[in-house]
């Protein structure tokens, strides 16, 4: 049977949110771009679609705003769900999804009702759910993000070195890639190679892709 469609609200216009919403869309449900808090009463649902920076201060500017049963999803992720717990105790089903790669989702939840709404919600994609604790998302960030960018770079790197003959398909690079979330995986990092290594990585993909914030950012850890 078929669930419900529902109203969805996005706030917010991060990489990762607005991939949630286009799926969703896909998926039958209405999906409706807002950006007064106070509009979210008639929606059944609210994609947080914001990054890491600013996750703590959109939750308290929403708190007020939310109502019993509204589901709440943010889509860092990095970041765990109880950044939620201010909506959560107002009521709301909380759940923490964010894409790995196509067909792949991370999620976090608190209860068996979040983790059902969820395999409900990718399900429809027709992709995986990769189940992750609130302590989990962090280092799980760290390396989806380091293997995104050793991937990206990997690609032109073989391409201008001929490993593929010219009748042969490139691999795919995903346009998608946000430089913000990037920098803020780097705290899940804990592993000293593995923090040496993503800098360096981060630096030449800003060089490579032409990302100025991306680069300056790994050029100023590589100097501290």
Known sequence: ??????RVALFGRSLAGTTLAIEMAGAGHEVQEVSDPAELSSFDALIIAVGDARLDAVVELLESHVHRGLIAIHTCLSRGVQVLDPLETRGCVVAAI?????GRWAATTLDELGETIVELIVGEFRADVVPLSDVERAPFAARVYYAEMLHRLQVPAAREAEFFAPTEEWPPVNNGFDNQEAIAAYRGATDPGLRRSYVEVARRLGEVEDREELEMWALQEESR
Do not use: H, K, L
């Open 1 to 6: 049977m078929r669930p419900p469609r529902m």
């Open 98 to 102: 964010a894409p790995i790669v196509t």
